[in-house]
């Protein structure tokens, strides 16, 4: 996103990776902390591989269980989890993350099958939700966690995994 002239914005789509839930079912919460990881790595990949150079940036997730791990420290959580909290926090970048609505979360649109036409230039998907638009005060984005979240995966506790 950039500023033009006044208090106007744009933005486009620069990078996505998209991957296929496994096979094995497996939490929801899990599916998503690894979500949560691949924008992290693609996030450095821009900024590793760019000539550009940014004032901010910010990752967004429509997560709430997400967002209170990734500003959580690491210890505590099973293994699958803690690697990779950790890996937020080696990045240095836990600040950056929001929270924003499910249905403001373009990144979901990988998700539902569309067609090439249905995300082809011009399309939200290639400029990003409307509220990119709009002052950054303006927008329906949290960055505070909300401390009535609990985070699963802590040591001690269950996860449920079907292994047909």
Known sequence: RWKLQG??????????????APLKTIDIV???LCGAVLATRVRNTILKETSLRFDKTILLTDSEIVHAMIHRQSYGFNTFAANRIGE?????????WGWVPGK??????VTRGLTPV?????TEWQNG???????????PVKFEVNR???PPEMKGSQVKVDEN
């Open 7 to 20: 208090e106007t914005y744009e933005s486009r789509l620069v990078m996505a990776r998209s991957r296929i």
């Open 30 to 32: 899990r599916i998503e």
């Open 88 to 96: 937020f926090q080696q990045g240095r970048n836990v600040d950056e």
């Open 104 to 109: 403001l979360n373009i990144a979901d649109v």
């Open 118 to 122: 249905e995300i082809r230039g011009g």
């Open 129 to 139: 939700p409307e509220f990119l638009q709009q002052k950054e005060a303006e927008w």
């Open 148 to 150: 009535d979240v609990s």
